[in-house]
C-alpha cells in the first residue's frame, strides 16, 4: 500500500505544537523509521496515521490513493505494535493471535487457517499452544507482529517495538524484525530514537527534531550527506569541529585543513572514524586518553580545535595519553552545513 501524508500538523489544546505541516510519500512495502530525540513528534504523526489522533484541519492522508482521514481507526485497516505489546498473558499464543480475528466475527475455520499461516510465517510453531508468560522477549515480540500482521491490514505501524527488550536482545532482534517485515512484504512505519534501530530496519529513515522531518533518505544518504548540523549530529554523531572557514581552507587551532569546496559562512563537521593518526597529517594534538575496544582504540584528542575530538583507530596499536601526534581529516571526510541549520533544528 501507498501512503500520502500532506500538511500533517497537530496544536494540541494549549498550544503545543507537536507536528510543523509535514508532507511525506511511502512507496508500497516499504519500510520507514521516524527517528528522533524524545518530544519531537514521531509518536504523533504515527498515531495521526493510525486515527488515533486527528490532525489540525487541512490534513490529507491518502491509503492508496483513497482520502482515509475522515475514518475512524477501525475502518483504516491498520495493524499496530506497541512497546509493552499489550498481550493477554494468560492466553495461549494462538489466542492472543486470533483475538482480533474473533472480534471481526470471522468464520472460525477462517481464523484457524490464518492464525496457522502467521504462526509458520513467525516460526512460533514450537510455542502456539503456551501461554504468553510462559515466553522469552523475543518470542514475545514475534507473538505481538503475528498478531498485528494476522488481520491483513494495509499498513503496519510500529511504537518503539523493540524498548521493553534489554540492550543485548534488541540489537539481536533488530535484523529478525527487518526480515520478518520484508517477509510480509507490508508497508511499514516504525518509531524509535535509537539511531542504529532505524539504520538497521528501515529503507529510508525520517529524522525528526521539533516537530518537523529535517531530512528523509536512506540509511547510507542520511549518513554521508546530511543536509543539516542536527541530522549530522543525531546521525553517526558528527562533531562540530568549530575554527574559522576561509574559502576552502579550515583554520583550527592545532592547524589547517584543506576542504573538497569552497564553504563560506558555513560550520564544519566531522566523525571519529574520519579523524586519523596520522604522521604526515597537518594537525597536530595532545593524546588525553585510549580506550581500547577490540576492533580499534577510541582516542580522545585536545588541541586540534576547542573541544577534545574523537579518533577511531584501527590500527594494531595506538599512541600513548599524553604524546603528541599529528592528525589528518581528508577534505571529503569534512561536512560543511550551514550554520542556520542549527538554529532552525
Ligand atoms: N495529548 C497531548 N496533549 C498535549 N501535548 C501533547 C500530547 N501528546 C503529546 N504532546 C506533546 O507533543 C510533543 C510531541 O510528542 P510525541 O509523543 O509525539 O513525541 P515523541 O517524539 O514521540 O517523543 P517520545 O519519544 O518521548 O515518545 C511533546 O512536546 C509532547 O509533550
Same mark, same amino acid.
Given at each position: 500500500m501507498t501512503l500520502i501524508l500532506k500538511n500533517i500538523a497537530k496544536t494540541f489544546? =494549549?498550544?503545543?505544537?507537536? #507536528?510543523?505541516?509535514t508532507s511525506l510519500e511511502i512507496a508500497g512495502g516499504e519500510i520507514v523509521s521516524l527517528l528522533g530525540?524524545? =518530544?519531537? =513528534?514521531k509518536t504523533t504523526l504515527l498515531r495521526i496515521i493510525a486515527g488515533l489522533q486527528t490532525p489540525d484541519p487541512g490534513a490529507e492522508i491518502r491509503f492508496d490513493g483513497e482520502?482515509?482521514?475522515? #475514518?475512524?481507526v477501525e475502518k483504516r485497516k491498520v495493524g499496530m505494535v506497541f512497546q509493552s505489546y499489550a498481550l493477554f498473558p494468560n492466553m495461549p499464543v494462538r489466542g492472543n493471535i486470533g483475538y482480533g480475528l474473533k472480534m471481526q466475527r470471522l468464520p472460525k475455520a477462517e481464523i484457524a487457517a490464518r492464525v496457522d499461516e502467521v504462526i509458520a510465517l513467525c516460526r512460533l510453531e514450537a510455542y502456539a499452544?503456551?501461554?504468553? =508468560?510462559? #515466553?522469552s522477549g523475543g518470542q514475545r515480540q514475534r507473538v505481538a507482529l503475528a498478531r498485528a500482521f494476522a488481520p491483513r491490514p494495509r499498513i503496519l505501524l510500529l511504537d518503539e517495538?523493540?524498548?521493553?527488550?534489554?540492550a543485548a536482545l534488541r540489537t539481536e532482534l533488530r535484523g529478525e524484525l527487518a526480515a520478518l517485515l520484508r517477509q510480509f512484504g507490508i508497508t511499514a512505519i516504525f518509531v524509535t530514537h535509537d539511531q542504529d534501530e532505524a539504520m538497521a530496519i528501515a529503507d529510508r529513515v525520517a529524522v525528526m527534531s521539533h516537530g518537523r522531518v529535517a531530512q528523509i533518505g536512506t540509511p547510507e544518504a542520511l549518513y554521508r550527506?546530511?543536509?543539516t548540523a542536527f541530522v549530522a549530529r543525531f546521525v553517526g554523531n558528527a562533531m562540530p569541529l568549530g575554527g574559522r572557514i576561509g574559502k576552502d581552507r579550515l583554520y583550527l587551532p592545532g592547524g589547517v585543513l584543506a576542504l573538497a569546496a569552497p564553504a563560506d559562512g558555513k560550520q564544519a563537521f566531522v566523525r571519529a572514524e574520519d579523524v586519523r593518526i596520522d604522521p604526515e597529517g597537518p594537525l597536530t594534538a595532545r593524546v588525553e586518553t585510549v580506550t581500547f575496544l577490540g576492533t580499534h582504540y577510541r582516542i580522545v584528542l585536545s588541541g586540534i580545535t576547542k573541544d577534545p575530538l574523537h579518533a577511531l583507530h584501527s590500527g594494531l596499536s595506538a599512541p600513548k595519553t599524553g604524546e603528541t601526534v599529528k592528525v589528518s581529516i581528508a577534505p571529503e571526510a569534512i561536512l560543511t552545513l550551514s550554520a542556520e541549520d542549527e538554529k532552525a533544528a
Amino acid at each position: 500500500m501507498t501512503l500520502i501524508l500532506k500538511n500533517i500538523a497537530k496544536t494540541f489544546p =494549549g498550544g503545543t505544537r507537536a #507536528l510543523l505541516p509535514t508532507s511525506l510519500e511511502i512507496a508500497g512495502g516499504e519500510i520507514v523509521s521516524l527517528l528522533g530525540p524524545s =518530544g519531537c =513528534g514521531k509518536t504523533t504523526l504515527l498515531r495521526i496515521i493510525a486515527g488515533l489522533q486527528t490532525p489540525d484541519p487541512g490534513a490529507e492522508i491518502r491509503f492508496d490513493g483513497e482520502d482515509v482521514a475522515a #475514518l475512524p481507526v477501525e475502518k483504516r485497516k491498520v495493524g499496530m505494535v506497541f512497546q509493552s505489546y499489550a498481550l493477554f498473558p494468560n492466553m495461549p499464543v494462538r489466542g492472543n493471535i486470533g483475538y482480533g480475528l474473533k472480534m471481526q466475527r470471522l468464520p472460525k475455520a477462517e481464523i484457524a487457517a490464518r492464525v496457522d499461516e502467521v504462526i509458520a510465517l513467525c516460526r512460533l510453531e514450537a510455542y502456539a499452544d503456551r501461554p504468553i =508468560g510462559a #515466553l522469552s522477549g523475543g518470542q514475545r515480540q514475534r507473538v505481538a507482529l503475528a498478531r498485528a500482521f494476522a488481520p491483513r491490514p494495509r499498513i503496519l505501524l510500529l511504537d518503539e517495538p523493540l524498548s521493553a527488550l534489554d540492550a543485548a536482545l534488541r540489537t539481536e532482534l533488530r535484523g529478525e524484525l527487518a526480515a520478518l517485515l520484508r517477509q510480509f512484504g507490508i508497508t511499514a512505519i516504525f518509531v524509535t530514537h535509537d539511531q542504529d534501530e532505524a539504520m538497521a530496519i528501515a529503507d529510508r529513515v525520517a529524522v525528526m527534531s521539533h516537530g518537523r522531518v529535517a531530512q528523509i533518505g536512506t540509511p547510507e544518504a542520511l549518513y554521508r550527506k546530511p543536509e543539516t548540523a542536527f541530522v549530522a549530529r543525531f546521525v553517526g554523531n558528527a562533531m562540530p569541529l568549530g575554527g574559522r572557514i576561509g574559502k576552502d581552507r579550515l583554520y583550527l587551532p592545532g592547524g589547517v585543513l584543506a576542504l573538497a569546496a569552497p564553504a563560506d559562512g558555513k560550520q564544519a563537521f566531522v566523525r571519529a572514524e574520519d579523524v586519523r593518526i596520522d604522521p604526515e597529517g597537518p594537525l597536530t594534538a595532545r593524546v588525553e586518553t585510549v580506550t581500547f575496544l577490540g576492533t580499534h582504540y577510541r582516542i580522545v584528542l585536545s588541541g586540534i580545535t576547542k573541544d577534545p575530538l574523537h579518533a577511531l583507530h584501527s590500527g594494531l596499536s595506538a599512541p600513548k595519553t599524553g604524546e603528541t601526534v599529528k592528525v589528518s581529516i581528508a577534505p571529503e571526510a569534512i561536512l560543511t552545513l550551514s550554520a542556520e541549520d542549527e538554529k532552525a533544528a
